[in-house]
């Protein structure tokens, strides 16, 4: 059995009304005021009166009530329009209406909540039905209020997020200009030997790398590797890379060494791999590894020479047009104390490419998209063949991005290319 609404010994509402912070009571009838003002009154809450729609709309602006209780039928302006306009001066603040009326026809009370109302209640008013509507309009209105603070939450929260993003985005694009400055000479002729190199990353940082430095008047050592991952960690670690070939402190350049007489001479391209090999090993805590060839030109000569580890095979593109895959494959670095790398010697002949690659162009989007794998950048590669510099790192780009339909890569590419210019052809400092 329904048990009454407890009586209260204390102004204070209970806790299931305490959403409730001021009712507005609206009607032509004095009576009808007094009487729903007594019962809320009795419950802990404060009410206004109005006796019109005006004067309900004036306390309203002034007072912020979150619950009106209105008679229907009224002079002037009737409840619906009334609930109508409050709701129009407080579009983003929910207030609870209840009409009191003495209509009761099913089109009637279909009418209203159409139009607005939140619940119906009789003109002949029952204190235990009048507390039971108030009480659920408390409930939804404490639900509106839990959801407006968990919305403040979640707006800050935002805003902080937003804030941290900012604050990486701006340590990100640092990232990406200090990655950038890494390769110091991205086109550079030495003699009738070009060397381009070209990297370019999936996101704002990434783990590829190539670059290539003089060491002395007859040698230019080469590299280029790929740090697995392209994140923030992989940008790290090939800017370490990088420092291990610094073209302007010789001293900490791990491809040359000194002599006891105080000469510069270029160290063999195995034995770079070996001490990387070493110091990824044993100084540097990562999970990270790498695939990486390191090279040796001799410029007098035109022999070269490198070494490979767990990188993809270069490209020679001979003088006649054909593609060889060539080298002598090894363990990435920093997988095992106990992997060895072996030095492969070349003569690369007047006219003829040599192009190493990171696996961003045979197995990412681009390898993908054509002729799987290995083979399929042949055609890319002979589409280039005549082009030198920055003309010869566009077409590359330009094809790649094609041959993905303009998708974002999946992966780093990175690549370094070393032509001996056959006589009558221009360098990158002229090329178109």
Partial sequence: MYQPYPKLETSKPPPVLRAIKTALIVDDSAVQRRIVAGFLTSWGLHSLQASNA?????????????????????????????????????????????????????????????????????????????????????????????????????KAA?????????????????????????????????????????????????????????IGATHIGFYNADVSGHD?????LT????????????????????????QICPRQPHDILQSINQIMLKDLTTDHYLTMISGLLDLTSGRLCFAQAGHPYPILHAKEGTFHHIGRDSLPIGISQTARFQDHHLQLALGERLILYSDGFSDGAYGQNTARGKEGLQPLFARVQHLHGPALTHSILKNIHAACDQTPLVDDLSALIITHRAAGTSGPETSA
Avoid at 232 to 236: H, N, P, V
Avoid at 240 to 246: C, L, P, Y
């Fill in 54 to 154: 005006k004067a309900a709309i004036s306390l309203f602006k002034k007072h912020r009530p979150n619950i009106i209780l209105s008679d229907w039928m009224m002079p002037e302006m009737n409840g619906l329009d009334l609930c109508y306009t409050l709701r129009q001066i407080t579009p983003d603040r929910y207030i609870y209406f209840i009409l009191l009326t003495s209509r009761s026809t099913k089109a009637e009370m279909l009418y209203a909540f159409q139009h607005g109302a939140d619940d119906f209640l009789s003109k002949q008013i029952a204190a235990i039905e009048l507390h039971a509507r108030v009480t659920a309009a408390a409930r939804l209105l404490d639900t509106q209020r839990k959801l407006k603070v968990k919305n403040r939450q979640v």
């Fill in 158 to 214: 935002l805003r902080k997020t937003q804030a941290l993003n900012n604050a990486m985005d701006k340590d990100l694009i640092a990232a990406q200009q200090l990655q950038t400055a890494l390769i110091h000479n991205r086109h550079r002729s030495f003699g009738r030997f070009d060397f381009t190199a070209l990297v370019e990353n999936a996101g704002r940082v990434g783990g590829d790398l190539a670059g290539f430095f003089a």
């Fill in 232 to 236: 923030i960690s992989a940008a790290m």
């Fill in 239 to 262: 800017v370490r890379i990088a420092g291990f070939f610094s073209a302007e402190a010789f001293g900490q350049n791990i491809a040359v060494k000194r002599l006891e007489t105080g």
